[in-house]
């Protein structure tokens, strides 16, 4: 698991409220990896509360488990009750917060609670429900952070565009008659990012030259990139991960809908892949990794992609990625491989290739 910060604002925050939770249990919604799960753990299990989680990312749902929390990951599991206080950590992504909350009605929370980063959401959140007359109350701001108290029956009272239910999965039509399977907190949601289109174009031209036939796809997202490779060259044989449950799901009804198959594992970059790569490493990896957690630049995901990709090729195989021009790639894969090469290029994005 990758190492996390407890200086995030939101930890911060979290803890600064933890003295008044001690009488309830407590169930945290959407909550990211970078919090004190360990120091959660301590402190309900000495106030003798229950804590519980459900997330849609993987790294928080395994620190999780890792601290004897009770944990639901959204692709696998939904709690069946919520005792005590609710707590939705509001996501960057107005519309996947919006579908956590419709998430909330059938299971009746007593108290609901919402926090976030002032510049993340929250703020428009709280005028959102505002406007909708909703009864609404702020508890505490600090360290660029809000705490916001909702009474849950005024959900009702919400215009929330995302689909309902369990299955908000949305089909578009995608790059060479695919159809894409999405959904609100997946990257590029409903459409085909520069960077993506790039690459796919750069296969497009050198794709029958590649060798092998095992490919492994990092931050899968809808599953874009692997399905196009499998749908020009059904030979291959795919590997997707990401972090995101939701990107999980979408990625599974995206070769479902095009009658394509791989496994789709939930994993950090490499960590969650490793008993499932195959003898000799993989043929080709995939990706056009994230470079933001939250509102804030993050080379982290993409620096482990990188430098620990070589660990999981096989002699010969390769390493495709997309990213921005500005992004400071070149030196780690200068770092990691010996060489490269630069086999497309915009204004704005790069396609690198590196062989191992």
Sequence with gaps: MSSTSFDS?????????????QDQPLNLIAAPAALDWLGLARFFSQHRQPLQSWTADWRAHQLALQAGITSHFVSDTTPTQ??????????????????????????????????????????????????RECRIAKLDSARRCALWQLQPDDLNLLDLKTASGTNPLHYWPG????????????????????????LLETLKEHHSQLQGNQLLDVG?????????????????????????????????????????????????VFQGVESHTPAGGFDLLLSNPPFHTGKATDYGPARRLILEAPAHLRKGGQLWLVANRFLPYPDLLQQAFGSFNILAETGKFRVYQAIR
Excluded at 9 to 21: E, G
Excluded at 87 to 112: D, H, I, M, N
Excluded at 175 to 198: M, Y
């Design 175 to 198: 790059p060479a008659d695919l159809q894409l399977a999405s959904q609100p907190g997946v990257f590029s949601h409903g459409r085909v990012d520069e960077g993506s289109a790039l």
């Design 9 to 21: 604002p939101l930890n911060q925050f979290l803890f600064r409220q933890l003295a008044q939770w």
């Design 82 to 131: 919520l005792p005590g206080r609710t707590l939705v950590c509001w996501p960057k992504s107005r519309e996947e917060g919006e579908w956590w909350l419709q998430q909330l009605p059938t299971l009746q929370p007593a108290t609901l609670l919402l926090a976030g980063e002032t510049q993340g959401g929250i703020k428009a959140l709280a005028k959102q429900l505002q406007d």
């Design 220 to 268: 899968c997202g809808c599953g874009l990139l692997g399905a196009w490779l499998l749908k020009h060259q059904p030979h291959w044989q795919l590997t997707a991960v990401d972090v995101s449950g939701f990107a999980l799901a979408a990625t599974r009804a995206t070769l479902q809908a095009n009658q394509l198959s791989g496994q789709v594992l939930p994993a950090d």
